[in-house]
């Protein structure tokens, strides 16, 4: 499975981006998805996560109103809406297939791993 996450960019604070992932062959459609970022100097990180069936959602506090992620299993793809972004919120941003159906926060229960895509949020 090949994932490619797309949609980033150099933004102002307070702007909009929508990333997109998309996989290689439909291998994720009974699994959940998840995005993750990781920042110069710090670990990969936790953002959000979508049941295999979309009903299920889950995001990390720091995103938790501005983020919506959502998936388009007839398409094998994985959307991240980021709205009112911030500085803080500057990282290589990855999407990656879990192992399980469900939801999970820790990066171990992801199996397949895209190239990143980088946003930058400036003050």
């Known amino acids: 499975v090949q994932l490619q996450a797309s949609g980033g960019g150099l933004v102002q604070a307070g702007a909009s981006l929508r990333l997109s992932c998309s996989a290689s062959?439909?291998?994720?459609?009974?699994?959940?998805l998840g995005w993750f970022r990781q920042a110069p100097g710090k670990e990969r990180e936790f953002v959000a996560a979508?049941?295999?069936?979309?009903?299920?959602?889950d995001y990390a506090d720091s995103v938790k109103g501005r983020f919506t992620i959502s998936r388009d299993n007839a398409k094998d793809a994985l959307f991240l809406q980021m709205n009112s972004l911030k500085p803080e919120d500057t990282a290589v941003y990855y999407c990656?297939?879990?192992?399980?159906?469900?939801?999970?926060?820790?990066?171990?229960?992801?199996?397949?791993w895209g190239k990143g895509t980088q946003v930058t949020v400036s003050s």
């Open positions: 062959r439909r291998t994720a459609s009974n699994n959940a």
């Open positions: 979508i049941s295999w069936r979309g009903v299920s959602t």
């Open positions: 990656a297939v879990s192992l399980t159906s469900t939801t999970s926060r820790t990066r171990t229960s992801y199996r397949y």
